[in-house]
C-alpha cells in the first residue's frame, strides 16, 4: 500500500510540475513582459527570452558535469558477461556493409556474438550474404541460412510463430510444421554460431530487428544493436558494457554517432556537426539524469533480461489503431524506461554511420524522426513519474518549443515592420553562434563553429518538417530508401514549399506596410546597422567553409579519423 500511495503521489507531482512549467513558459509568451527595452521597443529583453537562455545554460551546464564524469577514471571491473552484436540490413551500400563487418571483426570483446539479418530474401539481396561469408566466412563457427518467412510469416502469406499477442505462443491461424522447423532451426543457428547471417521476408527493420532479439533468446546478458552502414570502434563495445556494469539499475546506453561521410555533401558536414551536438550536449544532459530518451539505433547496448520481457509489446506497438513501422529504436529505449530503469550516454563509445547527401533524402529521414518523436513524446509522458524531473521539464520545452516558434516567425513575419524580420533573423544566428562558441570550447574543435549556420537550416526546413509529420503522423508509407539504390520521394518537399510561401507572404505584407508610411532616422540606422552586421556573418561564415571544409569535399581519406579507420 505504501509503495501504491508513492507511486500515486509522483504521479499527481509530475502532472503538477509538468503543468506548471507549461503555464509558466505560455504566461511568458503571452504576457510579452520585457524586463528592458529601447524607448520604441526596437530591442528588449523579457520573461520568455530569459527562460529560454536559463534552459540553455542549465543544459549546458549539466552536459559539462556528465563529460566530466566520463572522463574520470572507470573502476575496475571483472568483464565476464556475454553480448551480443545484432546488424540490420536493408538493401545497404556493398561498401558500407563491408566496412562495418570489417569493423566488427576488430572490436576488441572476446566471445562476442555477431547476428546480421537481411531483411529481404530475394536473389537481389543475396549479395549481403556474400558480403558475410566474405568478411566472416574464414572466422570459426560461421553459419548463414535463408529464411522463405520470418517470426511473423511462413513466406506464403501465412502467420509465423509470432503472429500472436506474445511469447511465441498460439496465434492467429494454423502454423505450418515445416515454419515452426525453421524457426527453431534459426535459434539454433544463431545460438550455436559465434557469426550468424539470417536472410528473410521483409518486413521492415522492427522485424529484422525481433528475428535477432527472439533468436537470441536469454543466450546471452547484453545485446548490442547496429546498423550495416556504421563503422564501430574497437573499444564501443567494452565501454558500454562497463556502464551497465557499473549499475544495476541502467538498463540501456547509447554511445557517441558521428558521421562517416561529412564531407560528401553540405548536407552531410551540417549533419555532422548537428550530430555532435544532438548527443555530447543534449544527449550527455538527460544522461546525467539517468533518462537518455533514445538511444540510437547505430550504437546502442541493452540489459537482454530486460529486453527480454518487452520483446513482445515493442513489436506489436500500435498507434491510432495502425501497426508502427518507424521509430523502433526510440520506441526501445522508451519500454526501458516504463519499467523504471535508467538509460545513459558515454562519449567513451563511439562509431561513425552514413547520413544523406542529399536534401530532400535528409528532409524525409527527419519527417521520420520527427514522427516518431511526436508518437514516442505521448508514450514517454506516461512514465514521467518514474523519473528525474529534469525529464518531465526538458519534454515539455522541447516537445512545444517548435509550436511557439512557429507562432513567433508568423507574428513577426506579419507584423508590419521589416526590423521585426531583421531581428529576428539575427537572433537566431546569435543564439546559433552561442550555441557553436559553447560546443567549439566543450569539443576543442573550432570546427564546431559552423553549427550556427544549421541554424538556418532548422528555420526553414526542420521547423515545417516537424508540423507536417504531426499532421500526418499516422501515415506510415515513405520514408528513406535503401542506399544501394536511392529513391528520390519529393513529398519532403511540400512542406517546406508552403512555409517559404508563408514566409514570402509575410515579407510581401511587411514591405507593403512599411511604404506606406516613411522609416524613422532611428529605424533606418538600425536597419543599414542590422542589415551590413548580417551579411558580414554570412561572408566570414562562408568565407570559413570555403576554406576549411568545401576544400575537403570528395577527400574519401579524409572522413575517418577514429582509431578503425583501417575497416
Avoid at 23 to 42: D, K
Avoid at 281 to 306: D, H, K, T, W
Avoid at 451 to 472: C, V
Wanted: aromatic share 14%; net charge positive.
Amino acid at each position: 500500500m505504501p509503495s501504491r500511495c508513492r507511486n500515486a503521489l509522483n504521479i499527481v507531482v509530475t502532472t503538477l510540475f509538468a503543468a506548471v512549467v507549461l503555464f509558466a513558459i505560455l504566461l511568458a509568451y503571452v504576457t510579452g513582459y520585457q524586463f528592458i527595452h529601447t524607448e520604441q521597443h526596437h530591442l528588449s529583453f523579457g520573461l520568455y527570452g530569459a527562460f529560454l537562455s536559463l534552459h540553455l545554460f542549465l543544459q549546458s551546464l549539466f552536459a559539462f558535469l556528465e563529460h566530466r564524469r566520463m572522463r574520470s577514471p572507470a573502476r575496475p571491473q571483472h568483464l565476464r558477461r556475454s553480448a551480443a552484436l545484432c546488424i540490420a540490413a536493408y538493401q545497404e551500400d556493398p561498401d558500407y556493409l563491408r566496412k562495418c563487418l570489417r569493423s566488427v571483426r576488430r572490436i576488441s570483446f572476446p566471445g562476442l556474438k555477431v547476428v546480421l539479418v537481411v531483411d529481404g530474401n530475394r536473389p537481389e539481396d543475396h549479395y549481403m550474404m556474400d558480403i558475410f561469408q566474405e568478411v566472416m566466412g574464414g572466422a570459426d563457427q560461421a553459419g548463414s541460412m535463408v529464411w522463405k518467412g520470418n517470426y511473423h510469416s511462413d513466406g506464403s502469406g501465412g502467420v509465423g510463430v509470432g503472429g500472436g499477442g506474445g511469447g511465441g505462443g498460439v496465434g492467429g491461424g494454423v502454423r505450418s510444421t515445416v515454419h515452426m522447423e525453421e524457426a527453431a532451426r534459426v535459434a539454433r543457428l544463431v545460438r550455436s554460431c559465434r557469426y550468424s547471417c539470417v536472410m528473410q521476408e521483409w518486413g521492415g527493420k522492427r522485424e529484422v530487428m525481433y528475428t535477432a532479439f527472439k533468436s537470441l533468446g536469454d543466450s546471452v546478458d547484453y545485446v548490442q544493436v547496429c546498423d550495416s552502414d556504421t563503422v564501430l570502434d574497437p573499444a564501443c563495445t567494452i565501454e558500454m558494457l562497463k556502464i551497465l556494469e557499473e549499475d544495476p539499475m541502467v538498463g540501456g546506453v547509447g554511445g557517441d554517432v558521428q558521421i562517416l561521410n561529412k564531407y560528401d555533401s553540405w548536407i552531410s558536414f551540417l549533419s555532422s556537426v548537428r550530430y555532435w551536438m544532438a548527443f555530447n550536449i543534449e544527449r550527455a544532459c538527460q544522461s546525467y539524469f539517468g533518462c537518455v530518451q533514445c538511444i540510437s539505433g547505430p550504437l546502442g547496448m541493452y540489459r537482454n533480461s530486460l529486453l527480454q520481457r518487452f520483446l513482445e509489446p515493442w513489436y506489436h506497438q500500435t498507434f491510432l489503431g495502425s501497426k508502427c513501422s518507424f521509430g523502433d529504436d526510440r520506441h526501445l529505449t522508451n519500454r526501458v524506461l516504463s519499467f523504471g530503469y535508467k538509460t545513459k550516454y558515454t562519449a567513451r563509445s563511439q562509431c561513425q554511420t552514413e547520413t544523406p547527401t542529399r536534401y530532400l533524402r535528409w528532409l524525409n529521414q527527419q519527417t521520420r524522426w520527427s514522427k516518431s518523436y511526436f508518437r514516442e513524446w505521448l508514450y514517454n509522458a506516461l512514465w514521467f513519474h518514474k523519473h528525474s524531473l529534469w525529464m518531465t521539464y526538458e519534454s515539455v520545452v522541447t516537445g512545444f518549443f517548435p509550436f511557439f516558434l512557429v507562432a513567433t516567425v508568423i507574428h513577426l513575419f506579419y507584423r508590419g515592420r521589416l526590423w521585426n524580420i531583421l531581428l529576428f533573423l539575427l537572433t537566431v544566428q546569435l543564439v546559433g553562434m552561442v550555441k557553436a562558441t559553447y560546443a567549439c570550447f566543450l569539443r576543442g574543435s573550432l570546427v564546431m563553429i559552423f553549427m550556427s549556420l544549421y541554424s538556418l537550416l532548422y528555420m526553414s526546413s526542420l521547423l515545417p518538417a516537424k508540423i507536417f509529420a504531426l499532421l500526418t503522423i499516422n501515415k506510415a508509407g515513405w520514408g528513406t530508401s535503401g542506399r544501394r539504390k536511392i529513391v528520390v520521394n519529393f513529398i519532403g518537399a511540400v512542406p517546406v514549399t508552403v512555409w517559404a510561401a508563408v514566409l514570402l507572404g509575410g515579407v510581401a505584407y511587411t514591405i507593403y506596410c512599411e511604404t506606406q508610411e516613411p522609416f524613422s532616422e532611428t529605424e533606418k540606422a538600425l536597419l543599414i546597422a542590422g542589415a551590413i552586421l548580417y551579411a558580414c556573418y554570412w561572408v566570414i561564415l562562408l568565407v570559413l567553409y570555403l576554406a576549411i571544409v568545401a576544400k575537403r569535399c570528395n577527400k574519401r581519406e579524409e572522413q575517418y579519423h577514429l582509431p578503425y579507420a583501417e575497416a
